[in-house]
C-alpha cells in the first residue's frame, strides 16, 4: 500500500505560480511512476502529467506544455508539480496518482491516488 498526501495548493493570480508537492508512505516508492490529474467542477478527471521512476519519460497534456514542469525526487519520496503562467481555466482539484510502469494519460492504470489539494486561480 502506497500513500500519497498533496500539498501546496491555494489561490492565486493568473500569470502567478504555485509548487504542488506530493508525499508518499507506505510500502516502497520504488518503481513506481507518478502522474497529475486534475479536476474542476463539473468535468471529468483530465490527465495533467506524469514521469517515470528513473525520470527519463515525461509526458504532460497539451493545455499545460510549456507552463506546468513535473519532478521528483525519490530519496524524499516526493512529486512535484511546478505550475507557471496560471490562467483561470487551472482552477480544480488536483490529484497526484501513482502506477508502475512509464506513465501516461490514463487515469484507470494508476493504483494509488491521494486525496487531492484545490488550487484556484483568479482572473
Known amino acids: 500500500q502506497v500513500q500519497l498526501v498533496e500539498s501546496g495548493g491555494g489561490l492565486v493570480q493568473a500569470g502567478g505560480s504555485l509548487r504542488l508537492s506530493c508525499a508518499a508512505s507506505?510500502?516502497?516508492?520504488?518503481?513506481?511512476?507518478m502522474g497529475w490529474f486534475r479536476q474542476a467542477p463539473g468535468k471529468e478527471r483530465e490527465f495533467v502529467a506524469s514521469?517515470?521512476?528513473?525520470?527519463?519519460?515525461?509526458y504532460d497534456a497539451d493545455s499545460v506544455k510549456g507552463r506546468f514542469i513535473i519532478s521528483r525526487d525519490n530519496a524524499k519520496n516526493t512529486v512535484y508539480l511546478q505550475m507557471n503562467s496560471l490562467k483561470p481555466e487551472d482552477t480544480a482539484v488536483y490529484y497526484c496518482?501513482?502506477?508502475?510502469?512509464?506513465?501516461?494519460?490514463?487515469?484507470?492504470?494508476?493504483?494509488?491516488w491521494g486525496q487531492g489539494t484545490q488550487v484556484t486561480v483568479s482572473a
Open positions: 496518482a501513482a502506477r508502475l510502469g512509464l506513465g501516461g494519460s490514463y487515469a484507470g492504470a494508476y493504483v494509488y
Open positions: 514521469i517515470s521512476w528513473s525520470g527519463d519519460s515525461i
Open positions: 507506505g510500502r516502497t516508492f520504488g518503481g513506481y511512476a
